[in-house]
């Protein structure tokens, strides 16, 4: 019976969210999916792990997908304040067209890209608001166009 306890106890404090994103507008269409679980350890750290798949698709100019696994700390040192480190490891596919302008060539390119994010945010139970930053960004990385993000979380 003691093993059912600690397995009931495991299980509340397993909590489940991620992000969810659609962008559409004249020719560009994004949409990501990354789920995520994390563990409770307390009321001031969680630990947690998820995937994410994100298209990506500019007409007449790029497509991309990319997809993998993020890993994520969670510190509240008070219930308002949350402050995380996530590193992320997408598998990128780039299908460029011939430049927009006509000024380059077409090619693909498929490629790791590791992002490590540092980030502070306002807690309000279940969702955090704040912003992020890739401190291994790079101009050339093709994934992302900064290194600062805003994010909402929303864990259940």
């Known amino acids: 019976m003691a093993a059912n306890a600690q397995d009931g106890d ?3 404090r397993v ?3 991620g992000g969810l994103g659609l962008g559409f507008g004249s020719g560009y269409t994004d949409v990501t999916v990354a789920p995520q679980a994390i563990y409770q350890f307390n009321d001031y750290v969680a630990l947690g792990a998820g995937v994410q798949f994100s298209y990506v698709d500019q007409r007449n100019w790029y497509s991309a997908m990319m997809y993998g696994p993020n890993a994520i700390v969670l510190f509240n040192p008070i219930p308002q304040v949350q402050l995380s480190a996530e590193v992320e490891q997408l598998r990128v596919n780039l299908d460029v067209d011939a430049g927009r302008y006509g000024t380059e060539q077409a090619y693909s390119r ?3 890209n590791t992002g490590l994010f540092l980030g502070a945010g306002y807690s309000m139970q279940n969702v955090t608001v704040g ?3 890739n401190v291994l960004y790079n101009d050339n990385d093709f994934v992302y166009s900064q290194a600062w993000m805003p994010f909402v ?3 259940f």
């Open 153 to 155: 979380r929303v864990y």
């Open 15 to 17: 909590r489940f969210g």
């Open 131 to 133: 912003v992020r930053y």
């Open 110 to 112: 498929d490629f790791w």
């Open 10 to 12: 495991f299980w509340s």
